[in-house]
Protein backbone atom coordinates (compact mmCIF):
# COMPACT_ATOMS: atom_id res chain seq x y z
CA UNK A 1 0.00 0.00 0.00
CA UNK A 2 1.01 3.61 -0.75
CA UNK A 3 0.78 6.49 1.12
CA UNK A 4 0.83 10.19 -0.09
CA UNK A 5 3.41 12.26 2.43
CA UNK A 6 0.14 14.34 2.74
CA UNK A 7 -2.09 11.37 3.99
CA UNK A 8 0.98 10.05 6.15
CA UNK A 9 1.87 13.69 7.87
CA UNK A 10 -1.72 14.24 8.72
CA UNK A 11 -3.76 17.39 8.41
CA UNK A 12 -2.65 20.99 9.99
CA UNK A 13 -3.45 20.41 13.77
CA UNK A 14 -6.04 23.31 15.06
CA UNK A 15 -6.52 24.57 18.27
CA UNK A 16 -9.19 24.40 19.95
CA UNK A 17 -12.09 27.16 20.16
CA UNK A 18 -12.25 27.27 24.04
CA UNK A 19 -11.44 25.11 26.90
CA UNK A 20 -13.50 22.69 28.87
CA UNK A 21 -13.76 23.83 32.61
CA UNK A 22 -12.05 20.81 33.65
CA UNK A 23 -8.90 22.38 31.77
CA UNK A 24 -9.22 25.83 33.19
CA UNK A 25 -9.26 24.37 36.38
CA UNK A 26 -6.18 22.16 35.99
CA UNK A 27 -4.25 25.57 34.45
CA UNK A 28 -5.14 27.50 37.61
CA UNK A 29 -4.02 24.31 39.54
CA UNK A 30 -0.14 24.36 37.49
CA UNK A 31 0.03 28.30 38.21
CA UNK A 32 -0.61 27.93 41.84
CA UNK A 33 2.22 25.25 42.54
CA UNK A 34 4.39 26.73 40.08
CA UNK A 35 4.35 30.51 41.96
CA UNK A 36 4.35 29.37 44.79
CA UNK A 37 7.25 26.49 44.18
CA UNK A 38 5.26 23.27 45.46
CA UNK A 39 7.65 21.18 43.51
CA UNK A 40 5.73 18.43 45.57
CA UNK A 41 3.04 18.55 43.73
CA UNK A 42 3.90 18.42 40.33
CA UNK A 43 2.78 14.97 40.35
CA UNK A 44 -0.99 16.11 40.61
CA UNK A 45 -0.30 18.68 38.78
CA UNK A 46 1.04 16.82 35.98
CA UNK A 47 -1.96 14.08 36.14
CA UNK A 48 -4.46 16.81 36.15
CA UNK A 49 -2.97 18.32 32.77
CA UNK A 50 -2.81 15.00 31.41
CA UNK A 51 -5.96 13.78 32.04
CA UNK A 52 -7.85 17.02 30.30
CA UNK A 53 -5.08 17.04 27.46
CA UNK A 54 -6.28 13.60 26.40
CA UNK A 55 -9.52 14.72 26.52
CA UNK A 56 -8.74 17.20 24.19
CA UNK A 57 -5.75 16.95 22.07
CA UNK A 58 -6.34 20.17 20.90
CA UNK A 59 -6.28 22.47 23.59
CA UNK A 60 -2.94 24.07 23.04
CA UNK A 61 -3.04 26.14 26.32
CA UNK A 62 -3.17 23.00 28.49
CA UNK A 63 -0.11 21.19 25.94
CA UNK A 64 1.72 24.42 26.89
CA UNK A 65 1.10 24.31 30.43
CA UNK A 66 1.74 19.95 30.55
CA UNK A 67 5.04 20.67 28.60
CA UNK A 68 6.26 23.88 31.16
CA UNK A 69 5.52 21.04 34.15
CA UNK A 70 7.65 18.53 32.44
CA UNK A 71 10.28 21.17 31.91
CA UNK A 72 9.92 22.57 35.93
CA UNK A 73 10.24 18.92 37.06
CA UNK A 74 13.47 18.58 35.21
CA UNK A 75 15.03 22.34 35.71
CA UNK A 76 14.59 21.76 39.44
CA UNK A 77 16.01 18.03 39.80
CA UNK A 78 18.45 19.46 42.41
CA UNK A 79 15.47 19.32 44.84
CA UNK A 80 15.47 15.59 45.02
CA UNK A 81 18.51 14.09 47.53
CA UNK A 82 19.43 11.95 45.18
CA UNK A 83 18.41 12.28 41.47
CA UNK A 84 17.06 9.64 39.89
CA UNK A 85 17.60 8.68 36.32
CA UNK A 86 14.14 8.70 34.99
CA UNK A 87 13.95 12.14 35.57
CA UNK A 88 15.55 12.35 32.39
CA UNK A 89 11.97 11.20 30.54
CA UNK A 90 10.57 14.50 31.70
CA UNK A 91 13.31 16.25 29.11
CA UNK A 92 11.45 13.40 26.60
CA UNK A 93 8.00 14.67 27.45
CA UNK A 94 8.56 18.25 27.80
CA UNK A 95 10.32 18.41 24.40
CA UNK A 96 6.98 16.66 22.79
CA UNK A 97 4.51 18.70 24.66
CA UNK A 98 6.33 21.81 23.50
CA UNK A 99 6.18 20.34 20.14
CA UNK A 100 2.34 20.24 20.24
CA UNK A 101 1.52 23.22 21.30
CA UNK A 102 4.32 24.36 18.26
CA UNK A 103 2.53 22.98 16.05
CA UNK A 104 -0.92 24.46 16.96
CA UNK A 105 0.57 27.76 17.39
CA UNK A 106 3.14 28.53 15.02
CA UNK A 107 4.38 32.11 15.53
CA UNK A 108 4.71 31.69 19.14
CA UNK A 109 8.09 32.64 19.26
CA UNK A 110 8.20 32.01 23.37
CA UNK A 111 7.55 28.30 22.71
CA UNK A 112 9.52 27.79 19.73
CA UNK A 113 12.01 28.89 21.97
CA UNK A 114 11.05 26.20 24.80
CA UNK A 115 11.30 23.67 22.14
CA UNK A 116 14.41 24.47 20.91
CA UNK A 117 15.62 24.01 24.62
CA UNK A 118 14.13 20.78 25.36
CA UNK A 119 15.46 19.33 21.87
CA UNK A 120 19.10 20.31 23.18
CA UNK A 121 18.68 18.43 26.80
CA UNK A 122 16.25 15.61 25.00
CA UNK A 123 19.89 15.14 22.15
CA UNK A 124 21.77 15.57 25.63
CA UNK A 125 20.41 12.82 27.32
CA UNK A 126 20.99 10.09 24.03
CA UNK A 127 23.97 11.47 23.17
CA UNK A 128 22.10 12.58 20.18
CA UNK A 129 24.29 14.95 17.81
CA UNK A 130 21.75 15.91 15.27
CA UNK A 131 19.03 16.77 17.54
CA UNK A 132 21.21 19.15 19.99
CA UNK A 133 21.84 20.62 16.82
CA UNK A 134 18.61 20.74 15.62
CA UNK A 135 17.38 22.30 18.57
CA UNK A 136 19.95 25.05 19.00
CA UNK A 137 19.31 26.21 15.18
CA UNK A 138 15.48 26.13 16.74
CA UNK A 139 16.29 28.44 19.42
CA UNK A 140 18.49 30.52 16.93
CA UNK A 141 15.21 30.41 14.94
CA UNK A 142 13.41 32.28 18.01
CA UNK A 143 15.56 34.70 19.19
CA UNK A 144 15.42 36.15 15.79
CA UNK A 145 11.35 36.40 16.42
CA UNK A 146 12.04 37.92 19.81
CA UNK A 147 15.39 38.09 21.04
CA UNK A 148 14.81 39.79 24.45
CA UNK A 149 13.17 36.29 25.95
CA UNK A 150 15.05 33.69 23.98
CA UNK A 151 18.50 34.94 24.46
CA UNK A 152 17.68 34.25 28.36
CA UNK A 153 16.29 30.81 27.41
CA UNK A 154 19.39 29.83 25.75
CA UNK A 155 21.66 31.27 28.29
CA UNK A 156 19.20 29.09 30.55
CA UNK A 157 19.87 25.97 28.42
CA UNK A 158 23.52 26.35 27.93
CA UNK A 159 24.17 27.13 31.50
CA UNK A 160 22.77 24.84 33.20
CA UNK A 161 19.41 23.28 31.39
CA UNK A 162 21.05 20.55 29.05
CA UNK A 163 20.61 17.23 31.23
CA UNK A 164 23.84 15.40 31.26
CA UNK A 165 26.48 17.58 29.79
CA UNK A 166 27.28 21.46 30.28
CA UNK A 167 29.48 23.39 27.77
CA UNK A 168 32.56 24.49 29.42
CA UNK A 169 33.17 28.39 29.69
CA UNK A 170 35.91 28.73 27.24
CA UNK A 171 33.55 27.37 24.64
CA UNK A 172 32.05 28.65 21.59
CA UNK A 173 28.82 28.09 23.17
CA UNK A 174 29.24 29.19 26.42
CA UNK A 175 31.09 32.19 25.12
CA UNK A 176 28.03 33.16 22.68
CA UNK A 177 25.47 32.31 25.11
CA UNK A 178 26.61 35.29 27.39
CA UNK A 179 27.33 37.58 24.82
CA UNK A 180 23.65 37.48 23.91
CA UNK A 181 23.39 38.16 27.59
CA UNK A 182 24.46 41.82 27.16
CA UNK A 183 22.93 41.87 23.60
CA UNK A 184 19.56 41.54 25.89
CA UNK A 185 20.80 44.56 28.66
CA UNK A 186 21.27 46.77 25.12
CA UNK A 187 18.32 45.59 23.69
CA UNK A 188 15.87 46.12 26.65
CA UNK A 189 17.74 49.41 27.97
CA UNK A 190 18.19 50.54 24.48
CA UNK A 191 21.71 51.32 23.92
CA UNK A 192 25.41 49.80 24.89
CA UNK A 193 26.06 49.45 28.08
CA UNK A 194 29.76 49.97 29.70
CA UNK A 195 30.32 46.78 30.73
CA UNK A 196 32.80 48.37 32.91
CA UNK A 197 29.94 49.87 35.14
CA UNK A 198 27.16 48.15 34.02
CA UNK A 199 24.67 49.90 36.50
CA UNK A 200 21.50 49.87 35.60
CA UNK A 201 19.57 52.83 37.41
CA UNK A 202 19.21 54.64 34.79
CA UNK A 203 17.09 52.97 32.81
CA UNK A 204 14.54 51.80 35.28
CA UNK A 205 12.02 54.62 34.20
CA UNK A 206 11.52 52.87 30.85
CA UNK A 207 10.02 49.76 33.00
CA UNK A 208 6.88 48.58 30.37
CA UNK A 209 4.37 45.95 29.86
CA UNK A 210 3.96 45.94 26.22
CA UNK A 211 6.00 45.34 23.67
CA UNK A 212 8.63 42.89 22.89
CA UNK A 213 10.73 44.98 26.09
CA UNK A 214 8.22 43.62 28.43
CA UNK A 215 9.63 40.68 28.77
CA UNK A 216 12.46 42.63 30.02
CA UNK A 217 10.89 43.60 33.82
CA UNK A 218 8.38 42.03 36.27
CA UNK A 219 4.75 40.37 35.66
CA UNK A 220 1.73 38.70 36.62
CA UNK A 221 3.68 36.03 35.40
CA UNK A 222 7.51 36.17 36.60
CA UNK A 223 7.01 38.68 39.17
CA UNK A 224 10.73 38.18 39.70
CA UNK A 225 11.95 38.05 36.09
CA UNK A 226 13.92 41.30 36.50
CA UNK A 227 16.10 39.90 39.49
CA UNK A 228 16.35 36.60 38.18
CA UNK A 229 17.88 37.88 34.97
CA UNK A 230 20.39 39.33 36.59
CA UNK A 231 21.32 36.22 39.41
CA UNK A 232 21.76 34.57 36.17
CA UNK A 233 23.95 36.43 34.27
CA UNK A 234 25.66 36.94 37.05
CA UNK A 235 26.52 33.67 37.57
CA UNK A 236 27.68 33.16 34.31
CA UNK A 237 29.99 35.79 34.40
CA UNK A 238 31.19 33.66 37.23
CA UNK A 239 31.89 30.73 35.56
CA UNK A 240 33.96 32.78 33.00
CA UNK A 241 36.39 33.71 35.32
CA UNK A 242 34.96 37.55 35.52
CA UNK A 243 33.48 37.52 39.35
CA UNK A 244 34.62 41.48 39.40
CA UNK A 245 32.02 42.35 36.79
CA UNK A 246 29.74 39.47 37.94
CA UNK A 247 29.11 41.98 41.33
CA UNK A 248 28.26 44.55 39.88
CA UNK A 249 25.97 42.60 37.57
CA UNK A 250 24.29 40.80 40.59
CA UNK A 251 24.12 44.01 42.06
CA UNK A 252 21.49 45.32 39.62
CA UNK A 253 19.17 42.94 41.27
CA UNK A 254 18.74 45.32 44.17
CA UNK A 255 17.49 47.72 42.22
CA UNK A 256 14.19 45.94 41.28
CA UNK A 257 10.86 47.44 43.40
CA UNK A 258 10.31 44.26 44.37
CA UNK A 259 13.75 43.02 45.17
CA UNK A 260 13.13 42.69 49.16
CA UNK A 261 10.26 40.58 49.27
CA UNK A 262 12.16 38.38 46.87
CA UNK A 263 12.70 35.09 48.55
CA UNK A 264 16.03 34.71 46.25
CA UNK A 265 17.71 38.18 47.56
CA UNK A 266 20.06 35.82 50.61
CA UNK A 267 20.96 33.51 47.70
CA UNK A 268 22.15 36.95 45.55
CA UNK A 269 23.64 38.55 48.46
CA UNK A 270 25.56 35.47 48.99
CA UNK A 271 26.30 35.41 45.37
CA UNK A 272 28.05 38.73 46.06
CA UNK A 273 30.28 37.92 48.65
CA UNK A 274 31.35 34.45 47.23
CA UNK A 275 31.91 35.38 43.82
CA UNK A 276 35.36 34.90 43.23
CA UNK A 277 35.67 31.06 45.14
CA UNK A 278 32.63 30.24 42.88
CA UNK A 279 34.50 30.59 40.00
CA UNK A 280 35.90 27.05 40.32
CA UNK A 281 32.81 25.71 42.05
CA UNK A 282 30.72 26.75 39.24
CA UNK A 283 33.15 24.91 36.66
CA UNK A 284 33.09 21.64 39.00
CA UNK A 285 31.19 19.10 37.05
CA UNK A 286 27.92 17.42 38.96
CA UNK A 287 28.67 14.13 41.75
CA UNK A 288 28.01 10.51 41.64
CA UNK A 289 24.52 11.35 42.91
CA UNK A 290 24.00 13.94 39.75
CA UNK A 291 24.29 16.77 42.25
CA UNK A 292 26.37 20.09 41.72
CA UNK A 293 28.80 20.74 44.90
CA UNK A 294 27.89 24.43 44.20
CA UNK A 295 25.09 25.10 40.98
CA UNK A 296 24.69 27.71 39.37
CA UNK A 297 21.17 28.92 39.41
CA UNK A 298 20.40 27.09 35.91
CA UNK A 299 21.35 24.09 37.75
CA UNK A 300 19.57 25.14 41.13
CA UNK A 301 16.17 24.35 42.70
CA UNK A 302 14.98 27.63 41.60
CA UNK A 303 15.94 27.18 38.13
CA UNK A 304 12.52 27.89 37.02
CA UNK A 305 11.09 29.74 40.44
CA UNK A 306 13.82 31.88 40.98
CA UNK A 307 11.67 34.30 38.36
CA UNK A 308 8.28 32.54 38.94
CA UNK A 309 7.57 32.56 42.94
CA UNK A 310 6.04 35.23 44.42
Not at 182 to 193: A, K, N, Q, S, Y
Not at 209 to 234: R, T, Y
Not at 273 to 280: G, R, T
Request: proline residues 5%; charged residues 20%; contains cysteine.
Amino acid sequence: MTFSVGVIAGPYKEPSEQQSEEAIGAGIFFWQAFQNGLYHLLPDVLNALTGVYLRDPNDSITAGYLAAAHAWKLSERARFDEIPPTITDHATLARKYFAEKVRMEPDNSHFIGFLGSLMMSEGDVHADERLIKRGFKTLLKASRMHPEFNYVTTALTISGGMAESLPTADSKLYKLSLEWQWDTMELCFGEDIDRDSPDVSAYLHMETHDGPQSVCWNSEIAPHKFEGFFLNMGDMLVKAGDWQTAQKIYANARLSKTYNVWQFAPVLEQRIVDAEINVDLFNKHPGPNGKFEKPMMAQSEFSCTGCHQH
